[in-house]
């Protein structure tokens, strides 16, 4: 098994686990929930911790961002803004000085580009270790309200940024280019699907979200892709869904680079689509805030009453249960394709 681990062990072999309680956790592990919220006082602190692990041929500075975009969407996705982070960098012992003096700047330029302030970490070499990965960056904000991803309300519209399979899509362009060259993949479509690595990040439409106000959940849909990350709000919310599937947006180049390696464009890991709920009242504001920065987005249904269910809604208008994927097969595919 690759990705994470199933829900039923998560439910009955992690989330009890958790230490001492504190009175100052707001919302602590939790299915579907991205970060952790402290209350302080009388302001929050919002703090989220996440592995990143780089694709074979991935550039210092493109590691530099995703590690700061990944690690920062799931506190912007809360309703903050990231203001400090810390990270751990775990390398082979064959790693050269120049390679991790480049990653480190690239952390620090693109933490600082977002207004995050590096205050700590840890960076050695270690021989269980066989590539430069994060083993651990944690970026933390502080806010006088969140927006949670337990906040979908009924009558709620359920808005989607930039499509599905972002990250499964570009992942797959930029390592196996020759292989979809030979296969007869066109070029403008491998091309496009390379340029959506630097979409993986809902940092902005999170931001623009906020200050538009009425929205009452965000989350980013990672492992699983857009169905998990819909079932994990339905689920932490207690609310059913009705989603169209004819006004998802997917792609020509996500849906052929999927189509190559027979996988759901639903259901494989779309870091970068932010999946949110939002009062019918400003959906028209926030789709043309969205517009006006060149975020493409989409309203693809609405939040019922949990006794209704959640369902696809397919083009012929057939209800379809609307189950999270056991596990995002999208791993296990894309290391199996370099064999073939």
């Known amino acids: ?136 960056i944690t970026v933390f904000g502080f806010g006088e309200k969140v927006v949670a991803p337990n906040g979908a309300k009924v009558g709620d519209a359920v808005i989607i940024t930039k499509g599905v399979a972002i990250e499964a899509a570009s992942l797959i362009a930029c390592e196996l280019n020759d292989k979809l060259h030979k296969n007869g993949i066109k070029s403008n479509l491998i091309e496009r699907a390379k340029q959506r690595f630097y979409e993986i990040s809902v940092v902005k439409e999170a931001e623009i979200s906020v200050k538009i106000g009425g929205v009452n959940a965000m989350h980013d849909a990672t492992e699983g892709g857009l169905a998990r990350g819909l079932w994990e709000v339905a689920e932490a919310s207690g609310v059913g869904l009705r989603i169209e599937k004819g006004k998802i947006p997917i792609s020509e180049d996500v849906k052929t680079i999927c189509d190559y390696i027979k996988l759901n464009p639903l259901e494989v890991i779309s870091e970068g689509t932010l999946i949110l709920t939002c009062n019918t009242g400003k959906v028209d504001e926030l789709m043309s805030a969205y517009a006006k920065e060149g975020i493409d987005a989409a309203v693809i249904g609405t939040v019922v009453p949990e006794e209704m269910g959640r369902f696809w809604i397919d083009e012929n208008g057939t209800l379809i249960e609307l189950v999270p994927p056991e596990t995002d097969e999208f791993w296990e595919a894309f290391f199996s394709i370099f064999d073939k």
Request: hydrophobic share 45%; glycine share 10%.
């Open 1 to 136: 098994m690759i990705g994470k681990v199933n829900d039923k062990f998560f439910r009955e072999s992690i989330l009890p686990y958790i230490g001492a309680v504190s009175d100052k956790t707001v919302i602590g592990p939790k299915m579907g929930v991205d970060a952790a919220v402290l209350k302080l006082k009388d302001t929050y602190m919002v703090i989220a911790e996440d592995p990143i692990f780089p694709s074979p041929t991935i550039s210092p500075d493109d590691f530099g961002w995703i590690t700061v975009h990944i690690g920062a969407s799931d506190v912007a996705v809360m309703g903050v803004k990231p203001e400090g982070m810390t990270y751990s960098l775990l390398l082979p012992p064959e790693t050269t000085e120049e390679y991790i003096a480049a990653l480190v700047k690239s952390i620090s330029k693109y933490a600082a580009e977002l207004g995050i302030a590096i205050v700590g970490g840890h960076t050695g070499y270690y021989a269980a270790v066989n590539t430069p990965i994060i083993g651990g």
